[in-house]
């Protein structure tokens, strides 16, 4: 984003506009973390700002500053779809390509506005008037961050902007942990704290709410968990009636991928959720070092995201999947190797 667009931004926000603020589907800490600081900031400027989800989140995500002024779209199609075309600006973050908003899409793409992106995803879409895209960054939180500071607006940072862009940062760094966590993160991290984010606390509500039933349905994953040495692959399988036996809830299963990524020797792991709802297979990729798992989920399983961490689905069986996958892992042998 050149200067001449951050002008035309200011501009813009000059005077009391509509505002939407959007994240993609099946929203996670960053998606929701980034949406919320920037409604706090925008909001703080006196525009009318709301966040809309396409759908419900996780149980561990629902106590961030202004969580309860969350519009979801299932749950709201009317009041939804009316705010969105009453919009003067519509930002969308952390994705970069309509389809990421589920049923939200054709209501986006049919929807005449200034649209602005944020997001660190690999190739962004054109669909914005204004696109702030950096694969460098850590996440959308981060980017948040230096939005408003492009914006000359650092100093309109309060406690709860500065807690909601660090539960994103943690959240989308594997609690600072992942390559993307650079010294600039860190700073700005120390500046979040510096500025009201209670760094302790925010961990303890992010990472320490565990249910009875999820630390069982943790189990099944562990003993449905799989080792390929040949490949250094790992993989997991969660089938639906797993899921119905132990009380799922959105967002049980999170970070559950990195349970096989954390054995010795493995580069490549993946976890594959049957829905059978939407009729798919749900998959999570991580991987260690040179292997890209956002190229694997764009050639294989219709996904994509980031170098060490993506998505995908399928619309096979959870057994022909995994079969899929299986076959597939010959062809990257040596990169997984190397």
Same mark, same amino acid.
């Given at each position: 984003m050149n200067t001449t667009e951050i002008k035309e931004i200011k501009e813009l926000l000059n005077t009391p506009k509509k505002i939407v603020i959007i994240p993609h589907k099946n929203p996670d800490g960053d998606a929701i973390g980034s949406t919320?600081? &920037? *409604?706090?900031?925008?909001?703080?400027? #006196?525009?009318?700002?709301?966040?809309? %989800?396409?759908?419900?989140?996780?149980?561990?995500?629902?106590?961030?500053? #202004?969580?309860?002024?969350?519009?979801?779209?299932? =749950?709201?199609?009317?009041?939804?779809?009316?705010?969105?075309?009453?919009?003067?600006?519509?930002?969308?973050?952390?994705?970069?390509?309509?389809?990421?908003?589920?049923?939200?899409? %054709?209501?986006?793409? %049919?929807?005449? %506005?200034?649209?602005?992106?944020?997001?660190?995803?690999?190739?962004?879409?054109?669909y914005a008037t204004f696109t702030y895209s950096d694969t460098g960054m850590s996440s959308t939180c981060q980017m948040v961050y230096h939005f408003i500071d492009k914006l000359g607006d650092l100093d309109k940072i309060n406690?709860?902007?500065?807690?909601?862009?660090?539960?994103?940062?943690?959240t989308d760094t594997g609690s600072f942990r992942f390559r993307s966590t650079t010294s +600039?993160? *860190?700073?700005?991290?120390?500046? &979040?704290?510096?500025?009201?984010?209670? +760094?302790?606390a925010i961990h303890e509500k992010i990472y320490d709410t565990n249910t009875y039933s999820r630390l069982q349905l943790q189990g099944v994953a562990l003993k449905n968990l799989k080792i390929l040495p040949e490949y250094n692959a790992a993989y997991i399988?969660?089938?639906?009636?797993?899921?119905?036996? *132990? =009380?799922?809830?959105?967002?049980?299963?999170? $970070?559950?991928?990195?349970? $096989?990524?954390?054995?010795?020797?493995?580069?490549f792991a993946a976890i594959f959720i049957e829905n059978k709802n939407e009729k798919i297979i749900k998959?999570?990729?991580?991987?260690? $070092?040179?292997?890209?798992? +956002?190229?694997?989920?764009? =050639?294989?399983?219709?996904? $994509? #995201?980031?170098? +060490?961490?993506?998505g995908g689905k399928s619309d096979l069986s959870l057994k022909e999947t995994v079969e899929k996958f299986i076959s597939i892992l010959p062809d990257y042998k040596n990169a997984l190797h190397s």
């Open positions: 919320l600081a &920037l *409604h706090h900031y925008l909001s703080g400027l #006196g525009h009318h700002s709301v966040v809309i %989800t396409p759908n419900n989140y996780p149980t561990f995500l629902k106590w961030i500053p #202004g969580e309860d002024t969350v519009l979801t779209y299932d =749950n709201d199609r009317e009041t939804v779809v009316s705010k969105i075309k009453e919009a003067d600006i519509i930002f969308t973050l952390d994705f970069n390509h309509l389809s990421r908003s589920g049923h939200l899409e %054709t209501v986006l793409a %049919t929807t005449d %506005t200034t649209f602005i992106m944020i997001d660190h995803h690999q190739q962004p879409d054109t406690a709860d902007i500065a807690t909601c862009i660090y539960v994103g940062i943690m +600039n993160t *860190h700073r700005v991290l120390a500046d &979040l704290i510096d500025r009201g984010a209670d +760094n302790t399988t969660i089938s639906q009636k797993e899921l119905d036996d *132990h =009380n799922f809830k959105k967002g049980d299963t999170e $970070g559950f991928v990195n349970m $096989g990524l954390s054995l010795e020797g493995i580069k998959i999570s990729l991580r991987s260690k $070092g040179d292997f890209s798992v +956002n190229e694997f989920s764009r =050639n294989h399983f219709e996904g $994509g #995201g980031h170098h +060490n961490a993506a």
